[in-house]
T-cell receptor, first 113, second 112 residues
Framework: EADIYQTPRYLVIGTGKKITLECSQTMGHDKMYWYQQDPGMELHLIHYSYGVNSTEKGDLSSESTVSRIRTEHFPLTLESARPSHTSQYLC????????????FGQGTRLTVV | GENVEQHPSTLSVQEGDSAVIKCTYSDSASNYFPWYKQELGKGPQLIIDIRSNVGEKKDQRIAVTLNKTAKHFSLHITETQPEDSAVYFCAASIQAGTALIFGKGTTLSVSS
């Protein structure tokens, strides 16, 4: 079982609120990723990090931001939530040196009302 | 960048039948091709993967085939069971650490 955790699992929040989705892994992986999963289930890469102090935007434009101050922690922040941000957010990590599987957290289902 | 196409988007089979899901990729530099299964309310989990130096890999009822020339790979599930019902994703990756690029997913339904 993967040692990658996301909190909260579910979040319902009002428009305009600032929120942070947490993601932590205990596998020592340098590479971490955030995917947004739409209702059709497609996974879109929105952010990734190759290590501490490294963050990059993914293929899908997102109004969220990320930070990577510690190897094990990769939080995602929305400064002002909007209904269009309603989605499932999945965090993942991979080993740095081998082209191998990515481990996913269970996801955060965000609803902005 | 890499683009992964996956077909079909939905697949319904009877218990005991075989299921096949196909994916194509665009970047010939891709060399790692995993398949993930996602059950309701959970994150995707790896079920099988294949690297570009191998043409076929099997694990019990699940097999994956890779055709590098045609740039396509397929997932084969034999003797399907109701618990195989889930969303399946194929993905491709160029090198270690780069993000996996996923197909759009296939919803498999196995009826008993």
């Amino acid at each position: 079982e993967a040692d990658i955790y996301q909190t909260p699992r579910y979040l319902v929040i009002g428009t305009g609120k600032k929120i942070t989705l947490e993601c932590s892994q205990t596998m020592g992986h340098d590479k971490m990723y955030w995917y947004q999963q739409d209702p059709g289930m497609e996974l879109h890469l929105i952010h990734y990090s190759y290590g501490v102090n490294s963050t990059e935007k993914g293929d899908l434009s997102s109004e969220s931001t990320v930070s990577r101050i510690r190897t094990e922690h990769f939080p995602l922040t929305l400064e002002s939530a909007r209904p269009s941000h309603t989605s499932q957010y999945l965090c993942a990590s991979r080993r740095d040196t081998l082209n191998t599987e990515a481990f996913f957290g269970q996801g955060t289902r965000l609803t902005v009302v | 960048g890499e683009n992964v196409e996956q077909h079909p988007s939905t697949l319904s089979v009877q218990e005991g039948d075989s299921a096949v899901i196909k994916c194509t990729y665009s970047d010939s530099a891709s060399n790692y091709f995993p398949w993930y299964k996602q059950e309701l309310g959970k994150g995707p989990q790896l079920i099988i993967d294949i690297r570009s130096n191998v043409g076929e890999k099997k694990d019990q009822r699940i097999a994956v085939t890779l055709n590098k020339t045609a740039k396509h790979f397929s997932l084969h599930i034999t003797e399907t069971q109701p618990e195989d019902s889930a969303v399946y994703f194929c993905a491709a990756s160029i090198q270690a650490g780069t993000a996996l690029i996923f197909g759009k997913g296939t919803t498999l339904s196995v009826s008993s």
